[in-house]
């Protein structure tokens, strides 16, 4: 669990040991995870609002890492047919912000709201995947642990693929030793960049008066 996490009192969050198969992702797509794409513009106003709410500085490689951990519980849940309700989330939700002024940041923005329920989602969901009965159960950390080595099982046949500007998926988070600069292109990004500056290059030298 991130430092910035637990800044947030998430007491079920999850960290996955997930391992798959690359599939690759494409120009604007900050990580691919089975069917679900993640684009770089999610993240980053994902991380803005997060941050706003908080307080204090939400990386965008904690929040890719927490979005891409929920896409892999959403979808071994839904595999195994796993429910979980909206009354769930509401009390998972004040469990990981417990603080009401915080709580009430979170609140008032939509996004910031989006990914606190999500992780709201994927404590419950891992819960009870381990056999709990949700973030309320009397074993819950026993629940977690259980739930955790479940999704690992489940999920090593769901591809897991990191766009390099962000660094690389390492034991169920991001290692961003690999890159973490921001300023780094994906080589899908760069061709993508290269073939538009040679087509507006074409573009220009078309529209100047022939001699």
């Not at 490689?61 to 047919?81: C, G, I, M, P, Y």
Request: net charge neutral.
């Amino acid at each position: 669990m991130s430092r910035a996490l637990k800044a947030l009192g998430v007491a079920a969050a999850t960290m996955l040991l997930a391992s798959g198969c690359a599939a690759g992702t494409h120009p604007g797509a900050a990580a691919v995870v089975g069917s679900t794409e993640i684009s770089v513009g999610d993240v980053d106003k994902t991380s803005r609002a997060v941050s706003d709410a908080l307080g204090q500085p939400f990386e965008t490689k904690v929040t890719l890492s927490e979005l891409v951990n929920n896409a892999l519980v959403k979808q071994v849940r839904d595999q195994r047919s796993v429910a979980v309700s909206d009354a769930e989330i509401a009390t998972a939700m004040k469990l990981v912000v417990r603080d009401p002024a915080a709580y009430a940041k979170f609140e008032a923005d939509p996004v910031a709201r989006d990914f606190l329920s999500q992780v709201a989602s994927t404590a419950v969901a891992t819960i009870k995947l381990g056999g709990g009965t949700g973030v309320t159960d009397p074993q819950v950390a026993a629940a977690q642990k259980a739930g955790l080595t479940v999704v690992k099982d489940a999920s090593k046949n769901i591809s897991v693929d990191i766009s390099p500007r962000f660094g690389k998926w390492t034991d169920g988070a991001i290692d961003g030793a690999v890159s973490g600069s921001l300023s780094d292109e994906s080589s899908q990004a760069k061709a993508k960049r290269e073939a538009d500056e040679k087509a507006q290059q074409e573009q220009q030298q078309q529209q100047q008066p022939q001699g």
